[in-house]
């Protein structure tokens, strides 16, 4: 049973547009929530995240949105870029320091 | 600082040998994760130790997976004999409060 899910493997957009990529999580005791980024032979690289006590937290070009009542987050990458081609995983811990459950993850293709 | 360390980068290997993955967390960090990534289940947890103990192995999917922290510098997960489904990219992670710091992996072949 996945506590965490992505349900897009895969999108793409054109460069300098907006990506935004979603994640549902079920488990509702879930109070910390991360993104992370991936790109080939490397290891996941942490991106930005929030706690459930804010619904917005923005760093540079993305944002992420929590939505505690729907158990969705999503994050904007606006403009998008080349570079920004990777995997994404979504990940939500119960608090800060414990164990991180991640989804599947989403391949962002970055058109030219 | 270089980071997680993980070693070897590759390993192949055939059905029924014992492979012994390694790990050196960031200095200071209290918290390691070992993870596997597959295409099918994603990035899954398969254990995690705090201050070298053993906290949640509930992700080890059977008896022939081990892991071990005998310090805070040095980790070893075991796989013992391997199965071609064991194939896979294993992940390290150590982590300061709030975020983990993943090595570059070590890909596994089980032929």
């Known amino acids: 049973d996945q506590q965490v899910k992505q349900n897009s493997p895969s999108l793409s957009v054109q460069e300098g547009r907006i990506s935004i990529l979603n994640c549902d999580y079920t488990?509702?005791?879930?109070?910390?929530f991360l993104w992370y980024k991936k790109y080939p032979a490397e290891g996941p690289t942490f991106l930005i995240s929030?706690?459930?006590?804010?619904d917005k937290n923005e760093d540079g070009r993305f944002t992420v949105f929590l939505n505690k009542s729907a158990k969705h987050l999503s994050l904007h990458i606006v403009p998008s870029q080349p570079g920004d081609s990777a995997v994404y995983f979504c990940a939500a811990s119960v608090y800060v320091d414990d164990k991180i459950i991640f989804g599947k993850g989403t391949r962002l293709h970055i058109l030219p | 600082d270089a980071g997680v360390i993980q070693s070897p980068r590759h390993e192949v290997t055939e059905m029924g040998q014992e492979v012994t993955l390694r790990c050196k967390p960031i200095?200071?960090?209290?918290?390691l994760f070992w993870y596997r990534q597959t295409m099918m289940r994603g990035l899954e947890l398969l254990i995690y130790?705090?201050?070298?103990?053993?906290?949640?192995d509930s992700g080890m999917p059977e008896d022939r997976f081990s892991a071990k922290m005998p310090n805070a510098s040095f980790s070893t997960l075991k796989i013992q004999p391997s199965e071609p489904r064991d194939s896979a990219v294993y992940f390290c992670?150590?982590?300061?409060?709030?975020?983990?710091?993943f090595g570059p992996g070590t890909r596994l072949t089980v032929l």
């Open positions: 130790f705090n201050n070298n103990v053993p906290i949640d």
């Open positions: 992670a150590s982590s300061s409060p709030g975020e983990q710091f």
């Open positions: 488990n509702s005791m879930f109070d910390y």
């Open positions: 929030i706690s459930s006590i804010k």
């Open positions: 200095s200071g960090h209290n918290s």
